[in-house]
């Protein structure tokens, strides 16, 4: 973990936000509708602007990630907006949470190893408490293609690390999905999200 730990510390630290300070948009438009309530946990959550967004709407975050920087920033932006949240600077597979114990869980470009996927997302289902919801937007397997046009997009260079529906399928196959799809979206995230990006999105539940 620390290489990929020093390469977040190294790119957190640079001046300003990378991603922005704005929330994901699938995000917000998935808040916006489903105006969920209670606890939420953000894993892989970076400068925190999309935890600081969850705070601002009226859950209590827990957010998770493996740089100390990103945590600095995150805290940084929650004092700016005049929230809380509460983050952790650690891999989440050396976590221990309690089963269903968040209302509502958002992994936003949340690219764990090939290896970890699986056991990360399964995991991420278990603690969903009945009736709480899952968001997810990750680059897909196609982002491959925009990556090459498109430097400025961002994304994983493995393609190891993409998205294709029937693996975010199988992988949440214990929650109800509302929505699952591959989109070419317009990215408009700091400097490292930025133009035309192939992404997966999902909204499921778990059953009450």
Same mark, same amino acid.
């Given at each position: 973990?620390?290489e990929?730990r020093?390469?977040?510390?190294?790119?957190?630290a #640079?001046?300003?936000w @990378?991603y922005?300070?704005?929330?994901?948009?699938?995000?917000r438009?998935?808040?916006?509708?489903?105006?969920?309530?209670?606890?939420?946990?953000?894993p @892989? %959550?970076?400068e925190?602007?999309?935890?600081?967004?969850?705070a601002?709407?009226?859950?209590?975050?827990?957010?998770?990630?493996v740089? &100390? #920087?990103?945590?600095?920033?995150?805290?940084?932006?929650a004092?700016?907006?005049?929230?809380?949240?509460?983050?952790?600077?650690? =891999?989440?597979?050396?976590?221990?949470?309690p089963p269903a114990?968040?209302?509502?869980?958002?992994?936003?470009?949340a690219?764990?190893?090939?290896?970890?996927?699986?056991?990360? $997302?399964?995991?991420?289902a278990?603690?969903l408490?009945?009736g709480g919801?899952?968001?997810?937007e990750?680059?897909?397997?196609d982002?491959?293609?925009?990556?090459?046009?498109?430097?400025?997009?961002?994304g994983?260079? =493995?393609?190891a690390?993409?998205? =294709? %529906?029937?693996t975010?399928?199988? =992988?949440?196959d214990?929650?109800?999905?509302d929505?699952?799809?591959? #989109?070419? &979206? #317009?990215? %408009?995230?700091?400097?490292? $999200?930025?133009?035309?990006a192939?992404? &997966?999105?999902l909204?499921?539940?778990?059953?009450?």
């Amino acid at each position: 973990m620390s290489e990929r730990r020093h390469f977040w510390d190294t790119r957190y630290a #640079e001046e300003g936000w @990378a991603y922005g300070t704005e929330p994901n948009r699938f995000l917000r438009a998935v808040v916006t509708e489903l105006r969920p309530t209670g606890c939420a946990l953000f894993p @892989a %959550e970076g400068e925190g602007r999309n935890a600081v967004f969850a705070a601002q709407s009226g859950l209590s975050v827990t957010a998770v990630d493996v740089s &100390v #920087e990103g945590r600095q920033k995150a805290l940084r932006l929650a004092r700016e907006r005049g929230v809380r949240i509460h983050y952790r600077v650690a =891999d989440f597979g050396d976590l221990e949470f309690p089963p269903a114990s968040f209302d509502f869980i958002a992994l936003i470009f949340a690219h764990f190893p090939p290896d970890r996927r699986r056991e990360y $997302h399964r995991r991420m289902a278990g603690l969903l408490a009945p009736g709480g919801a899952l968001v997810l937007e990750g680059f897909s397997l196609d982002h491959a293609r925009h990556q090459r046009t498109n430097p400025t997009a961002g994304g994983p260079p =493995d393609p190891a690390l993409l998205f =294709d %529906e029937a693996t975010i399928r199988s =992988d949440f196959d214990s929650l109800e999905v509302d929505r699952l799809g591959t #989109e070419v &979206v #317009e990215l %408009e995230e700091g400097r490292y $999200h930025r133009g035309s990006a192939s992404v &997966v999105r999902l909204m499921a539940r778990r059953p009450p």
